[in-house]
């Protein structure tokens, strides 16, 4: 039984050994066979010790639950995980063993459980891994491959610093049957979304072989920010994720707790007119956060400000000068003109067809004064409830059939016979009556029986 992985570096062919570890070995073979592993990334190198994948968008990524088995997929997340297997025989003595990453039992401390990561060795005799990672495999072709992978930069974390990820997996042979509800996709599913966010440098990117890994990491970091900017695109808070700041706001840091606005503003006016000097405080304490924004009306002023105050001493504080890369303000204002041009336009948000959810009726006018105006108004409720009975009443007369007449001259003649008849006898009045009579003939009945012993004797 054999699984191949196909990742970006390379092919990797793995021997499933299903007499020590048959619930791992179909966990595995059943996760390949989903396409579960599709565009896993490899989130950890440790050179000439392992690297681990398995987990379908990384543990970096907020949206990662850290992968599940195959029995949480198809039953549930009740069974997400499963306990591992250990074999005393199998030990990590050669590189390339494959074993699944476990992780203390939620109820037993002293048990280990797996979902879907895997690791695969990179070196010899890595004794640490005993007892840790439950062994289910082995590689028997792509030691080429792990080479790669074993040399690819990474970060302090371990991360690679260009994506190496699990594009396909084949299942060679599969002697397991399918759990129940288990669903084959008929192809390879694409990247979700989730998982296209965790890209750094793309797997198929063309890269410099001789580019140093620090100009990497400022690639890394480029490619980031631009996701970054993306998703605030996406939410609506940058009209463009391109969007570049203004060239005329300078950025004050390391400023005297003591320092005020006007104090910074008279400072920086001999450069030139100031739109705005703002110093930023706390909401809740209004004590200043040593840092605020100056808005110059010239771009000219704003540079000559920024080489002649770097470093200046204010209220005892060496002030930090540079230019502003916030674009909050152009956010403001792009917000605002959105929101207006939309309100020009017909229908709610400014796309015609859509309108807006009303709860009071006075949202568009002045419905009455001095009242709600809601929807469902209880005046109105009742002038309704009226209306269907006066309608009930005559639709009852129009038909002819008497029957609201009679029932009411019912009630009336058993009312007016209840009152004419004469006052019943209460209970305890009929209790008293037949207890005497039941009294007198138990006495009849005991005399009786006295007069009959005598007799017989």
């Not at 066979?33 to 990334?41: A, D, H």
């Not at 991360?159 to 397991?176: A, E, G, N």
């Amino acid at each position: 039984m054999s699984v191949l992985l196909e990742t970006s570096l390379g092919d990797i062919v793995i021997d499933l050994l299903t007499d020590y570890a048959p619930k791992s070995c179909e966990n595995f073979l059943k996760l390949c066979k989903i396409k579960y592993y599709n565009f896993s990334p490899v989130h950890s190198v440790q050179k000439g010790f392992s690297f681990q994948t398995g987990d379908p968008l990384g543990p970096e990524s907020k949206d990662s639950d850290g992968g599940s088995s195959i029995w949480g997929m198809a039953e549930g997340v009740s069974k997400k995980e499963y306990q591992a297997e250990f074999h005393p025989k199998l030990k990590h003595t050669e590189r390339g063993t494959v074993s699944m990453a476990t992780a203390p039992g939620p109820r037993d401390p002293e048990s280990r459980v797996a979902a879907s990561q895997f690791l695969i060795t990179l070196g010899d005799n890595l004794d640490y891994l005993e007892g840790k990672a439950a062994i289910f495999g082995k590689v028997v072709e792509g030691f080429d491959t792990l080479e790669k992978i074993n040399d690819s930069f990474i970060d302090d974390q371990g991360r690679p610093l260009k994506d190496i990820r699990i594009r396909h997996t084949v299942v060679l042979d599969d002697p397991y049957e399918d759990p129940r509800g288990l669903i084959e996709p008929p192809e390879s599913p694409l990247p979700s979304k989730a998982q296209l966010a965790t890209v750094r440098i793309a797997d198929d990117e063309e890269i410099d072989d001789n580019v140093d890994q620090e100009s990497l990491e400022k690639l890394r970091r480029e490619r980031e920010a631009k996701a970054q900017a993306l998703t605030l695109e996406l939410i609506g808070d940058l009209p463009f994720s391109e969007v570049k700041p203004p060239e005329n706001v300078l950025f004050i840091a390391k400023l005297n707790p003591v320092t005020q606005d006007e104090d910074l503003e008279l400072i920086f006016s001999r450069f030139g007119k100031i739109l705005s000097c703002e110093i930023i405080r706390d909401k809740k304490t209004g004590d200043s956060l040593q840092y605020g924004f100056i808005e110059f009306e010239h771009q000219k002023d704003c540079e000559q400000a920024y080489f002649k105050m770097n470093n200046v001493l204010i209220d005892d504080s060496r002030i930090h000068v540079d230019f502003s890369q916030s674009v909050s303000k152009l956010s403001d204002t792009w917000r605002v003109a959105t929101n207006t041009k939309r309100a020009e336009q017909r229908g709610f948000g400014g796309i015609s067809g859509l309108e807006k959810k009303r709860q009071y009726r006075d949202m568009d006018g002045d419905y009455r004064r001095g009242r709600y105006g809601m929807v469902f108004d209880r005046q109105d409720i009742h002038k309704d409830r009226q209306r269907i009975d006066r309608y009930t009443a005559k639709d009852g007369y129009r038909k002819g059939t008497g029957d609201m007449t009679r029932s009411r001259s019912r009630s009336r003649s058993r009312s007016r016979s209840r009152s004419r008849s004469p006052a019943r006898p209460g209970y305890r009045e009929r209790r008293n009556e037949h207890g005497g009579d039941r009294d007198q003939r138990n006495g009849r009945e005991d005399a009786r029986r006295r007069d009959g012993h005598r007799n017989y004797r």
